[in-house]
């Protein structure tokens, strides 16, 4: 079943499985959720479901943050820019990755849907 799973989308730009392997590479931004792992190769369908649920949420909330700061940061004092511009960066950061997630999950969804 590993055989349908493509690995850049486990780990992207990297090629390697980190749904197999959940705490390599974790600064790099391959964090996988608690039972994450173990459902990547599970083949069930809801599971697939699931994930894909819980990544399209986590990016839904991610992106209203990032929205929020967007309107929110013209009050911040110049002394706080440096800041600001470190938070942005990181909850960027960390959109990209849930949006990579949410792709695999769906891929990982139609894939099951139809065997």
């Not at 790099?28 to 039972?35: A, R």
């Not at 990016?59 to 929205?67: G, H, P, V, W």
Request: overall charge negative; proline content about 6%.
């Amino acid at each position: 079943m590993s055989s349908l799973i493509t690995p850049h989308l486990l780990c992207p730009g990297r090629g390697c499985p980190s749904a197999v392997f959940p705490h390599v590479g974790e600064d790099d931004g391959d964090k996988l959720l608690p039972g994450e792992a173990s459902s990547a190769h599970s083949g069930d369908v809801d599971d697939a479901r699931r994930w894909l649920e819980t990544y399209d949420e986590l990016c839904r909330l991610k992106q209203k943050i990032l929205t929020d700061l967007e309107s929110q940061k013209v009050r911040v004092p110049p002394e706080g820019d440096a800041e600001v511009k470190d938070d942005e960066s990181m909850l960027r950061a960390e959109y990209e990755r849930l949006l990579g997630r949410r792709e695999f999950w769906h891929a990982e969804f139609e894939a099951r849907q139809h065997r």
